[in-house]
């Protein structure tokens, strides 16, 4: 028997909820945010299986502190310059014109609508500047929206992360040293002191780690624990300086090393990736699940309208002040106006100061955490639930995307390019040789220029466009590459590739593409002897059994199914997808069965 109370037992629950959560999430397509705070408020103070405060008792605030360190340091490990091409200018607006905008806005909301004493008021308009990686980046990763938009609401919630916990931070010094009598500008130059320090340490960290990874003075199998170590050692050393600068030094940190050259880059940022994720996860559900009675009763009725206010007024006037003179378009400035999600950043850093201005004996403290779990618990579910639709009104929404990326330029993927760009579907062929991508330009087909598995492809190619890669090159050790570096980016079940013929390969590479594995040699012989791609629907009277029978007799090739939902799937030696009545299967066929093609012609 095993006892509920067993802290043990809480930490594996607290895990499985909040992975539960975002399985949950996946499946249905609802916000893992909203599911998740859904999740730890019914595991906390509805049903009372988890009582952070008193299960984790003074660990609670440093757990959650080191948690945060590490998702910022992962956000900036996702900033790479070269996004700054597109929406640079409107980013350095955001951070240089929005937070002083919103603070003052945010400022005068709590003050008038909350009803909260000025420099309490200051205090919480400086945390409300920020967003966080934590609620917006598993939200962006829900919306196929413009790469310009993204961009600047992630860079936006990365940077104004420790921005807005340092306004609060130098509000909190303010108020404590004696509020009106305080040196304000003895207590401003030690803020930006602290923070440029905090910021040559973040600096420093990632040039020495980079440094040491490139000249091999760290063996692969340590340099993810190091990472995490120096991470956590630079944050809680900047942190020891002044509260909360440690935030600035994992988030220069991870800028810092997202652009400069690693060897082990991709594999650092996959495992930093799966850790913030299990991280997000139990962060949300301990912060959820530490409401209580207590925090519920001293909501009050004026909070409405401050948070009418911040939705409504303060936002919007925020990002339209602040981006009104840039070239950014209407219709994504009153997207990036609406999307502001607060999470465990302004959550965390509100109970902070709260708790401490509470042992000062300051008025009005007591209202700062009810308040901010409302603010956070209105934002997720405001933005989480209406981000896709209010998308989709604007136009920025492009929908889920059901193109076919091809990876290598030849006669075959050329045809095969034209068949899907037949059935109406968007197509790409990529390929580093300008030579081979002339014929294809000639049919009038999309093509990008360039190696797939250069980082800067992200510039030019939009990945969510496209429901699967199939690299088809000569090459078959670059087709295995293709897949393995790119299927924890775009999923396993969407990569596939084809093989030489002295190479059949295995899984673990890669699916291999068609049902019967054939390899590019072979199809380009078929290409020329007359073959032809074609389409067959199944129906209620010729079943799939039929279309398999036909399929033997004539020696052709599956190669993908269309669902009737529009999906896309396709045929590999290691999976055959479900085919039911109504779908499609698109074939690579002779050209000598013209019962076959007329077969086809009838049943679709």
Same mark, same amino acid.
């Given at each position: 028997m095993f006892a509920i109370d067993s802290l043990l037992v809480k930490i594996a629950l607290i895990g499985v909820i909040g992975i539960g959560a975002q399985w949950v999430a996946w499946r249905t397509g609802r916000p893992a945010i909203a599911l998740m705070l859904i999740?730890?408020? &019914?595991?906390?103070?509805?049903?009372? %299986?988890i009582h952070p405060e008193q299960d984790f008792g003074a660990l609670r605030e440093p757990m959650i502190k080191l948690a945060v360190a590490v998702i910022l340091f992962e956000g900036g490990l996702t900033l790479k310059f070269?996004?700054?091409? $597109?929406?640079?200018?409107? /980013?350095?607006?955001?951070?240089? +014109?929005? +937070?002083?905008?919103?603070?003052?806005?945010?400022?005068?909301?709590?003050?008038?609508?909350?009803?909260?004493?000025?420099?309490?008021?200051?205090? =919480?308009?400086?945390?409300?500047?920020?967003?966080?990686? !934590? /609620?917006?980046?598993?939200?962006?990763?829900?919306?196929? &929206?413009?790469?310009?938009?993204? $961009?600047?609401?992630?860079?936006?919630?990365?940077v104004n992360d420790p921005i807005g916990a340092l306004l609060a931070v130098g509000i909190y010094a303010y108020i404590t040293h004696g509020g009106a009598q305080a040196n304000s500008v003895a207590i401003v130059t030690d803020v930006v002191a602290a923070?440029? %320090?905090?910021?040559?340490?973040?600096?420093?960290?990632? =040039?020495?780690?980079?440094?040491?990874?490139?000249?091999?003075?760290?063996?692969?199998?340590?340099?993810?624990? +190091?990472?995490?170590?120096?991470?956590?050692?630079?944050?809680?050393?900047?942190?020891?300086?002044?509260?909360?600068?440690?935030?600035?030094?994992?988030? /220069?940190?991870?800028v810092v090393m997202a652009n400069r050259e690693t060897d082990s880059s991709h594999m650092l940022l996959r495992f930093k990736e799966d850790l913030t994720v299990l991280l997000v996860s139990g962060v949300f559900i301990i912060l959820s699940a530490t409401l209580d009675w207590n925090v519920v009763t001293n909501f009050q009725a004026r909070f409405i309208l401050f948070l009418i206010l911040l939705l409504f007024v303060v936002r919007p006037l925020t990002i339209m002040l602040a981006l009104l003179f840039t070239r950014i378009p209407f219709k994504e400035r009153l997207f990036v106006a609406w999307i502001a999600p607060r999470g465990i950043v302004a959550a965390a850093v509100t109970g902070l100061f709260a708790l401490r201005l509470s042992d000062y004996g300051i008025p009005g403290a007591e209202a700062l955490v009810p308040l901010s779990f409302a603010v956070v618990i209105a934002t997720i579910f405001a933005h989480g639930f209406t981000a896709a639709p209010f998308a989709r009104w604007l136009g920025l929404d492009r929908g889920k995307g059901d193109g076919v990326l091809l990876v290598g330029a030849n006669s075959w993927t050329i045809a095969f390019a034209q068949f899907v760009k037949a059935q109406e579907r968007d197509v790409l062929i990529a390929d580093p040789s300008q030579l081979a991508l002339r014929r294809a330009r000639r049919a009038g087909l999309p093509v990008h220029h360039g190696d797939i598995l250069d980082e800067t492809h992200d510039d030019h190619l939009d990945m969510g466009r496209y429901q699967q890669l199939i690299a088809a090159t000569d090459n078959d050790a670059y087709n295995a590459l293709v897949c393995s570096e790119l299927a924890p980016e775009v999923g396993h079940d969407r990569v596939s590739r084809m093989i030489g013929e002295s190479r059949p390969g295995g899984q673990r590479r890669g699916r291999v593409f068609t049902l019967a594995g054939t390899p590019i040699e072979e199809q380009l012989d078929?290409?020329?002897?007359?073959?032809?791609?074609?389409?067959?629907? &199944?129906?209620?009277?010729? !079943?799939?059994?039929?279309?398999?029978?036909?399929m033997k007799a004539s020696g052709g090739d599956s190669l993908a199914v269309v669902r009737a939902s529009g999906d896309l799937a396709v045929f590999s030696v290691q999976h055959r997808p479900g085919v039911d009545a109504g779908d499609t299967v698109w074939t690579f066929v002779p050209p000598d069965d013209p019962k076959a093609r007329l077969e086809a012609r009838e049943a679709s």
């Open positions: 999740a730890g408020i &019914i595991a906390g103070p509805v049903l009372g %299986l070269r996004e700054l091409r $597109h929406a640079g200018v409107a /980013v350095f607006m955001l951070v240089f +014109v929005g +937070v002083p905008v919103g603070w003052a806005l945010g400022t005068a909301a709590a003050y008038y609508g909350a009803g909260l004493p000025l420099e309490i008021a200051a205090l =919480f308009g400086g945390i409300m500047v920020v967003t966080g990686p !934590t /609620v917006v980046v598993p939200l962006l990763r829900t919306l196929n &929206i413009t790469p310009r938009v993204k $961009h600047m609401l992630k860079w936006e919630a990365i923070s440029l %320090l905090a910021m040559l340490i973040g600096g420093g960290a990632a =040039f020495a780690l980079t440094s040491a990874f490139v000249r091999g003075w760290v063996p692969e199998y340590l340099k993810a624990p +190091v990472l995490l170590t120096t991470v956590i050692a630079a944050f809680v050393f900047a942190d020891l300086i002044m509260h909360e600068t440690g935030l600035i030094t994992v988030t /220069v940190m991870g078929r290409l020329l002897a007359g073959w032809t791609f074609g389409r067959t629907k &199944i129906t209620e009277k010729f !079943t799939y059994a039929d279309f398999v029978a036909r």
